[in-house]
Structures are given as structure tokens and as C-alpha cells.
């Protein structure tokens, strides 16, 4: 069992950086890739990028690849997603998502979900 626990959100104005923050509970997070997602309103739930369950690889969705960065501290169970030059079209629930060893873009293929925090971006 893995419980998700994301922090980090706010508003923000378009150009700025936010630093998302996932902590995980469990002994077991060094196994788990772990994917952030994100969804607006009306809109389905979309993968933003992903990161392998050691760090060596990560993965990004076209639309954030360049601006932002996913990483993780497993000795402290915590994954980050920094996002920078961000744009009013980032605004979203932010959520984190885990899945055991390989990181997966589909929302089905993820076990453990997060309850998601509020990034909003101004013009």
C-alpha cells in the first residue's frame, strides 16, 4: 500500500515557476515509478511526465518537455515535478500517481493516486 500526499500548488502569473512535491508513504517507494498528472476543468485527466523507480529515466508529455522537471529523493519517499515558464494553459489539478517499476503515460495503469493540488496560472 502506498498512500500519495501532493503539496505545492498556488497561483502564479504566466512566466513563473512552481515546484510541485508528492510524499510517499511506505517502505517499498524505491519499486514504484511514479507519474504526475493533471486535469482541468471539463477536460480529461492527462499525463504530464514520469519517472522510473530508480531516477535514471524520466519521460515527458510534448506539451511540458523543456520546461519542466521531474525528479525524486527515494530516501525521503518524496517526488518533485518543477515547472517552469509556466502558461495560463497549465492551469490544473495536479496529481501524483504510482505504478509499480515502469512508468506508464495511460491514467489506468497507475495503482496509487494522490487527492491532487490547485496550480492556477494568470495572464
Known amino acids: 500500500q502506498v498512500q500519495l500526499v501532493e503539496s505545492g500548488g498556488g497561483l502564479v502569473q504566466t512566466g513563473d515557476s512552481l515546484t510541485l512535491s508528492c510524499a510517499a508513504s511506505?517502505?517499498?517507494?524505491?519499486?514504484?515509478?511514479m507519474g504526475w498528472f493533471r486535469q482541468a476543468p471539463g477536460k480529461e485527466r492527462e499525463f504530464v511526465g514520469g519517472?522510473?523507480?530508480?531516477?535514471?529515466?524520466?519521460y515527458y508529455a510534448d506539451s511540458v518537455k523543456g520546461r519542466f522537471t521531474i525528479s525524486r529523493d527515494n530516501a525521503k519517499n518524496t517526488v518533485f515535478l518543477q515547472m517552469n515558464s509556466l502558461k495560463p494553459e497549465d492551469t490544473a489539478v495536479y496529481y501524483c500517481?504510482?505504478?509499480?517499476?515502469?512508468?506508464?503515460?495511460?491514467?489506468?495503469?497507475?495503482?496509487?493516486w494522490g487527492q491532487g493540488t490547485q496550480v492556477t496560472v494568470s495572464s
Open positions: 500517481a504510482a505504478r509499480y517499476l515502469l512508468i506508464e503515460t495511460r491514467t489506468s495503469e497507475y495503482t496509487y
Open positions: 511506505g517502505r517499498t517507494f524505491r519499486n514504484y515509478a
Open positions: 519517472i522510473s523507480s530508480s531516477g535514471q529515466r524520466t
